[in-house]
């Protein structure tokens, strides 16, 4: 299954397939919009320092034929094949854009992607629609680029001008008229190995781009060189495909991102072990399992039994000794175990690494605020151009280009703040990447607003969009010190991140409703708050009290609720 990526997501692409020959297909198509769709190979510095690596249209090709244009094929409006292991060390970066020739703009685009192929499957597809855009006139979809190792960025920035713009933006120089007329791929040699066949509709190779069929998913390309034979002229189609003779680059990847397939060893040598699993007479982390303070091939000694002491560094009879169990007298140094030898150690092969991490993975969602567990939120910023607001020091970890500033609250703000205890000190998230957000393992619940308002003690508060609207709410009440009790009410289209300590719970607003005002968490805006106070002159006049002496009564129409904690803050 193909990974599916959200504008500013990046990934190693050893992650997505262990291939070097990878097919790009670009689809992207609106009514009377024409587009032109290139790749740049860019320098060190993104600059398109060498024009040889401007593949358009009338440039199909870098000269060592790492990036070539293929054309539309299956269902892609430009396709292209990319040969990473065959890249000059000074391309650096790889820009896939496509630029409007003629009127238009971007925004009137219908659903379109950016797909990855290898080996025959979709590894990986980055989608975007024309609302993400606004008056562009090209956009850059996805880039491939080294650091360390190649890897992937799903781009979607919008850029205004065409493609001369878009090469001017990258240090290149616009011609001022075209010497020749395009020239087409491959049309004097014949259809090389890796295009689909010319002529009428034929079955495609399976080293080349599928052609269309009318039961979907097509099935991706698989790249593989010339054959080193003639082409033949096309046939009519055959009642069904054929099996094509295998080729170099024929060999199936593997799309799970810890599971590269094994690679072939010479005659005679045995294979390598799976990814994450120990090769025989090695240990998880690759070592030949000895004993402690033995040699290679000798056994390592078993650990002893639940409630029996733990063996010294060195091996049994050591010069330093044992300790005893709880209760019992030790024993000397060098003694040996009772019955002559050590207990036990469990052998044998475990789950490896990959696997036992697995499920901490990043749970992508396409969403815009994601949660990836109980106690830690992932919010995407870019995607629509939304800041983020956030308590400050929550953040733990960042991707992308992300800013974070100072949000202050103002003179009027901060003395309203202390005055009512509602005072949050927030910071401001802007840019492109994403930002995950935990406060000391609280538990975090998104709550999605749509014009609606809720209630919501500032203590409570982790997180949210800049785009809703906040201010400090009064409790009256009487008989209870200060006369008041304050909340933050927010309202408005947003999404809002309230921790809680442990696993709250959520009730319907009855005319006997009754909360600790330091458990509740948050209440529908549309209830009817009201203190109630058990302090009275004739409980003060004994000594000792239950504790429980103010309350809140919530009353409302049915739809109403309130949601409390199990702790008192």
């Known amino acids: 299954m193909a990974r599916e990526f959200q504008r500013g997501h990046k990934a190693k692409i050893g992650d997505l397939t ?3 020959d990878l097919y790009v297909g670009v689809q992207i198509a609106g009514p009377g919009l024409t587009f032109d769709i290139s790749c740049f190979g860019l320098d060190a510095d993104e600059r398109l320092s060498d024009d040889r690596y401007f593949i358009f249209f009338n440039q199909p090709k870098s000269p060592e034929e790492s990036i070539q244009l293929l054309g539309a094929q299956a269902g892609d409006s430009e396709s292209f094949r990319v040969t990473l292991d065959k890249i000059p060390s000074h391309i650096q970066k790889l820009s896939f854009t496509a630029a409007l020739d003629g009127a238009g703009q971007v925004s009137q685009i219908g659903p379109g992607y950016l797909r990855i192929v290898a080996g025959g499957e979709e590894v990986a597809r980055y989608s ?4 993400e855009f606004s008056t562009e006139r090209a956009v850059m ?3 491939f680029y ?14 205004d001008g065409g493609l001369d713009a878009l090469l001017k933006n990258f240090g290149g120089e616009v011609a001022e008229e075209a010497e020749a007329a395009p020239e087409q791929p491959a049309a004097a040699q014949g259809v090389p190995g890796f295009a689909p066949p010319t002529g009428a509709p034929a079955p495609a190779p399976s080293f080349g781009a599928p052609a269309a069929a009318p039961v979907p998913p097509q099935p991706a390309p698989d790249f593989g060189p010339p054959a080193p034979q003639a082409p033949q002229a096309p046939q009519a189609p055959p009642a069904a495909p054929q099996p094509t003779a295998p080729q170099v680059h024929n060999a199936p990847t593997i799309a799970a991102p810890m599971a590269p397939p094994a690679v072939p060893g010479p005659p005679g040598q045995q294979p390598p072990a799976p990814y994450g699993q120990p090769a025989p007479g090695q240990d998880p982390y690759g070592q030949p399992q000895t004993a402690p303070g033995g040699f290679p091939g000798q056994q390592a000694p078993q650990a002893p039994p639940y409630g029996q002491p733990a063996p010294p560094p060195g091996g049994y009879g050591a010069p330093q000794g044992r300790p005893a169990p709880h209760g019992q007298p030790g024993q000397p140094p060098g003694a040996p175990y009772p019955g ?7 052998q044998g092969g475990g789950p490896g690494l990959g696997v036992v991490l697995d499920k901490y993975k990043e749970a992508p969602t396409g969403q815009r605020w994601a949660p990836q567990n109980s106690r830690l939120i992932r919010v995407d910023l870019g995607v629509d151009g939304q800041p983020v607001l956030a308590r400050q020091g929550s953040m733990v970890l960042y991707q992308g280009k992300v800013d974070f500033g100072y949000k202050g609250a103002g003179f009027r703000g901060r003395i309203v703040g202390n005055a009512t205890g509602q005072e949050m000190q927030l910071m401001r998230c802007t840019g492109q990447g994403q930002v995950f957000f935990a406060d000391n393992s609280a538990h975090v619940h998104p709550i999605e607003l749509q014009g ?3 209630c919501v003690s500032a203590e409570s508060v982790l997180a949210f969009d800049e785009s809703l609207q906040h201010e400090v709410r009064r409790i009256e009440g009487h008989g209870i010190p200060g006369g008041a009790l304050f909340t933050m009410q927010f309202q408005g289209t947003g999404t809002l991140v309230v921790k809680t300590q442990g696993t709250p719970v959520v009730l319907p607003v009855t005319p006997t409703t009754f909360a600790d005002a330091n458990a509740i968490v948050a209440w529908s805006a549309a209830s ?6 058990q302090v009275s002159l004739r409980r003060h006049a004994f000594p000792g009290h239950s504790g429980e002496t103010v309350n809140l009564q919530f009353r409302g ?3 109403n609720f309130i949601v409390v904690q199990p702790y008192e803050v």
């Open 557 to 559: 129409a049915p739809g």
């Open 340 to 346: 002559g030898q050590a207990p036990a150690v469990p």
């Open 141 to 143: 979809l996805g880039d």
């Open 528 to 533: 009817q708050v009201i203190i109630s106070s």
């Open 146 to 159: 080294l650091k360390d190792v190649w890897r992937f960025a799903a781009v979607g920035q919008g850029f």
């Open 18 to 20: 262990a291939g070097t």
């Open 128 to 131: 975007f629609t024309g609302s």
């Open 452 to 454: 609606d308002a809720i």
